[in-house]
């Protein structure tokens, strides 16, 4: 998990959004960090998107309003190893060329 390198702690994150554009080479990922239920807002930004793969393991939480993370592997960029996210509902992995984290806190 690379929520250390990202200076995230032990509490969950949640994904709260999903936004693709560019035709697929642009990935924003919303989450908050929620250690005792303070919500501090984060975006992981992938740019330069060559292979995204989306599986859906639990159908009957699509509904839910958020994902909770539970696993998260940076991989390697410039198109080396996948970004994989893996939460309650699916797992995404993200083939990219660059990635940055943007939070205020």
């Known amino acids: 998990m690379d929520y250390t390198s990202l200076g995230l702690g032990l509490a969950p994150s ?8 560019r035709w697929g080479t642009d990935v924003r990922v919303v ?6 239920n303070s919500r501090r807002p984060y975006e ?7 292979h995204i793969q989306w599986d859906v ?15 998260l592997l940076l991989g390697q960029g410039g198109h080396g190893a996948p970004a994989i996210l893996t939460t309650d ?3 995404l992995q993200i083939f990219y060329g660059s990635f940055h984290l943007r939070k205020d806190w």
């Open 14 to 21: 949640l994904i709260t959004a999903l936004h693709v554009s």
């Open 31 to 36: 989450c908050s960090y929620d250690p005792q």
């Open 44 to 50: 992981l930004h992938f740019q330069d998107c060559r």
């Open 57 to 71: 393991h639990n159908a009957e939480g699509a509904e839910d309003e958020s994902a909770e993370l539970i696993g």
């Open 89 to 91: 509902i699916f797992e």
